[in-house]
């Protein structure tokens, strides 16, 4: 390939029925469907072993033809609206870990505060006070500690998370084997 078109990547799934892809419990019409946690899992990790610029494609080999040859037609939009979904998901679970975070770091920051302020008031350079004054420093940074940890790490892997099920919702799906 030149440098100016996309690669792609394809991901290969072989099932008995194209039924397998999808959660059997799961009442919803077929191409409103939960995908089958074990497929998810399987996609979704071969998917992030993949090279990141490149699309994605999914094949699933079958060994027989389906029930109702129709719900082949459905079964991309399933596959991509299940990964849109939990796209989706991901962006609320962000938005969330940041809400926690911003209230977490006002609740830090006021701690930290009481506790340099009540540090600062003991009167004397002895040994208690300054030990009572030091701890109260550490205790108000430990307060410290969520929020910068949400900040600074727990973010990332949620963000990745959904770029991931971005890439999969834009996947195309081809069967093979069903006759």
């Known amino acids: 390939m030149n440098g100016s078109s996309e690669t792609v990547a394809r991901i290969e799934l072989k099932l008995r029925d194209v039924k ?3 959660h059997t419990l799961d009442p919803s019409p077929f191409r409103e469907r939960s995908l089958d946690e074990d497929a998810e ?8 072993e993949l090279p990141g610029r490149s699309e994605l494609e999914l094949i699933v080999h079958v060994s027989g033809p389906p029930e109702n040859a129709a719900l082949l037609a459905e079964i991309e939009p399933a596959v991509q609206g299940h990964f ?20 977490s770091l006002l609740i830090g920051l ?13 009167p004397g350079d002895e040994a208690l006070p300054m030990l009572v ?9 430990v307060a ?22 971005e890439r999969l919702s834009r996947m195309s799906v081809q069967v093979t084997g069903a006759a």
């Open 84 to 103: 849109s979904y939990l796209a989706e998901v991901k962006e609320r679970e962000f938005r969330r870990l940041m809400s926690r975070g911003r209230t």
């Open 20 to 22: 397998q892809l999808f």
């Open 41 to 48: 899992a399987f996609i979704a990790s071969w998917a992030r």
């Open 144 to 165: 410290m500690w969520r929020p910068l940890e949400i900040f600074l790490y727990d973010w990332w892997e949620v963000r990745d998370q959904k770029r991931d099920f």
């Open 110 to 122: 006021a701690f930290l505060g009481v506790c340099v302020g009540i540090g600062n008031a003991l």
């Open 133 to 141: 004054r030091e701890s109260l420093l550490i205790g108000g940074w």
